[in-house]
């Protein structure tokens, strides 16, 4: 064969072998062309989703909750909140209460391949890093992961999408504890609130709990189906300057306590820090009395009525006299929330007396804590309207057996949820309880008998008002003292004398030595003037605490 007979079917294949490359070619660049037409998976995913940006990028779309989560929010720790925002007529089912019991949350996120587990931190033992006992304390105590969730896509910002909702959207108070015979309905539940701030997040779940309905709750309108609205608020744990303050035996704050291997001493290993607010003093500032680089700022919610707003502030405002003590000058500031203030008082930059509607006349404190050090972060006092009207139904209703105390062993007549809710806080001794305002309605009623009985009408009605205000201004004062880190102190009604308390020239005002205990209001007897109800102004412990 010759040359160009040879060639011929060599150059042939040559060309269909170029031209088959060449369709190939063509084909993977169409192909690359489609790809990169076609939207990225989270877009379907969050097609009418309402997205927000704040603590975290949080996408809502149903009931569905997406978080992203990239490579800082995996590298923070997060404080988790729970409360009762709307609740049943039911101890401790009451709106406005915090549903707190031993330690605070602590979550962290963790990826592990195609999920992400939150996981609850220990926080209650420690040991410094780098040491033998740090690596014996990570081999004794472990963190509890408490939840695994699949990652379902890509977020719009490159880190992974998340969809939060089986955590919230099921018992994760544990609510069915106090709700014998419920369980969480969550084709009946749905989002109540989703606000997204810079440094918090606030969940709020319309939780229904569903049962057969053999057990009938006289506050619920119908027993198969309970509803309450459960509250979580998530922040960072922050970082910052403070300096933690060893607590004292003699003085009585609220602790954030650890067990800290590294620590050697004959008594114990444990750290116990008091709960108290970050207060630093200004650049260039001497030794004599300052002001706070940034006072402890408390604002009165407009929802408070008029008429009572001046002494609730007085009542917050009276704790400058003890900050004074120690050497600090307006240390608290108290403002009120304008009727257009365009912020929400659930953002943890603002610390508020809120007051609520929820029927069930209490009063109570709470706050945001660091766990690790107790610095007291945010707090919102929440005081309940029906607390001002509790002592009318309270003077109708008056017996030797209210009067004689409260009953400490089960009733006869205790409802199974009453059984539960007793039971339930039983097992859990660090529940938060004052019982300031169960007693208050009592010494309301009791007062106005009093007055009542001994004085005329006229001046019984300016008596009255006299008891109302002053008792106002105590509990404000005394749930104040909780969110500044302050105990109860029931030793402290012992002061005064009995002729003491009756004299109106000593006992005026400071009526005894704490305002963080619950003393009962002060009558004088038939024939003798009349000075203060309540105490009104700080006395020697909490300005010496």
């Avoid at 109540?192 to 709750?217: C, H, P, R, W």
């Avoid at 200004?282 to 408070?304: R, Y």
Wanted: aromatic letters at 12%.
């Amino acid at each position: 064969m010759s040359w160009p007979a040879l060639w011929y079917p060599r150059a042939l294949a040559a060309v269909f072998t170029l031209a088959a490359f060449s369709t190939a070619v063509i084909a993977g660049r169409n192909a690359s062309a489609e790809d990169a037409k076609s939207p990225p998976a989270h877009q379907a995913l969050l097609k009418d989703a309402k997205s927000t940006t704040g603590l975290l990028p949080v996408h809502q779309k149903g009931t569905n909750l997406y978080l992203e989560l990239g490579s800082s929010e995996y590298d923070n720790e997060y404080i988790v909140l729970i409360s009762i925002a709307k609740g049943i007529g039911q101890t401790p089912l009451l709106g406005g209460y915090s549903w707190g019991f031993g330690d605070d949350w602590v979550w962290t996120f963790r990826k592990i391949d195609d999920k992400v587990h939150v996981i609850r931190k220990n926080v209650r033992f420690r040991a410094s890093k780098g040491t033998p006992e740090a690596t014996a304390v990570g081999n004794a105590y472990t963190d509890s992961s408490v939840f695994s969730l699949p990652i379902a896509a890509p977020g719009p910002k490159g880190g992974d999408l998340v969809d939060f909702s089986p955590i919230f959207m099921s018992d994760l108070p544990q609510i069915s504890q106090v709700l014998p015979g419920f369980v969480f309905a969550r084709d009946r539940s749905s989002w109540a609130a989703v606000k997204n701030f810079k440094d918090n997040l606030e969940l709020q779940v319309a939780a229904t709990y569903a049962s057969g309905g053999q057990m009938e709750i006289d506050t619920v309108a119908d027993s198969r189906g309970v509803s309450l609205n459960v509250h979580y608020s998530i922040s960072k744990v922050p970082s910052s300057s403070y300096q933690p303050r060893l607590a004292d035996d003699r003085v009585g704050y609220f602790l954030t306590v650890v067990k800290d291997f590294s620590k050697t001493s004959e008594r114990d290993q444990f750290v116990r820090y008091i709960n108290r607010w970050h207060l630093e003093k200004p650049s260039g500032a001497g030794d004599g009395p300052t002001s706070p680089k940034q006072p402890v700022i408390f604002w009165i919610e407009k929802t408070v009525p008029f008429k009572y707003r001046p002494a609730v502030r007085d009542g917050i405002a009276e704790w400058n006299k003890a900050f004074e003590a120690a050497g600090w000058l307006n240390a608290i500031e108290v403002r009120q929330q304008p009727d257009n203030a365009d912020w929400d008082p659930e953002d943890v930059n603002y610390n508020t007396f809120r007051w609520i509607t929820s029927n069930a006349g209490f009063a109570m404190g709470p706050s945001r804590v660091n766990p690790y050090t107790g610095q007291i972060l945010d707090a919102d006092i929440i005081f309940d309207a029906d607390f001002l009207t509790f002592w009318k139904n309270e003077f109708e209703t008056l017996t030797a057996a209210q009067l004689m105390g409260y009953e400490t062993e089960p009733s006869d007549n205790e409802t199974p949820i009453q059984r539960a809710s007793r039971e339930f806080l039983a097992r859990n001794p660090h529940a938060s309880r004052c019982m300031l305002r169960a007693g208050a309605s009592h010494q309301f009623a009791f007062g106005a008998a009093a007055i009542a009985e001994a004085a005329d009408p006229k001046v019984a009605a300016e008596l009255q008002e006299k008891l109302i205000m002053q008792g106002l201004k105590e509990v404000t004062m005394h749930e104040v003292g909780h969110t500044l880190g302050l105990r109860h102190n029931f030793k402290a009604s012992k002061w005064r004398s009995l002729q003491e308390l009756n004299d109106p020239g000593k006992a005026n005002q400071q009526l005894v030595a704490s305002v963080m205990g619950c003393t009962p209001a002060t009558i004088v007897p038939k024939g003798a003037k009349q000075g203060d109800f309540y105490k009104t102004a700080l006395a020697p412990y909490v300005i010496w605490a």
